[in-house]
């Protein structure tokens, strides 16, 4: 079983090479469209996907140069990453004095 839209692509431009993956032009997932299709690599179909749109963390935090890393390629907050060190930090400490 395959999804409509890949279906549709394969049918018109052939198969899609197992390293790439279909992208939505239009944006929208549900599309079914073949012209609105490009296959391209996973690594760039998350860039140019509504995540990349986002230019602050669920905080507010600004996903910048400073305040931005990258880890399985998924961007994270520096700013909010260190506060929830500190925090389980804390929270550890407290265990152990009340342990």
Do not use: Q
Not at 44 to 57: E, I, V
């Amino acid at each position: 079983m395959r999804a409509a839209h890949r279906f549709l692509y394969e049918t018109l431009f052939g198969t899609v090479p197992s390293a790439l993956e279909l992208d939505h032009l239009c944006r929208n997932p549900r599309g079914v469209n073949p012209h609105h299709l490009e296959a391209v690599s996973h690594v760039d179909n998350m860039r140019r996907g509504a995540w990349a749109m986002k230019t602050a963390c669920p905080v507010g935090h600004p996903y910048d140069a400073d305040n931005t890393y990258l880890r399985n390629g998924n961007r994270k907050c520096k700013i909010c990453k260190n506060e929830s060190s500190k925090i389980a930090k804390r929270r550890a400490r407290a265990e152990k004095r009340y342990a």
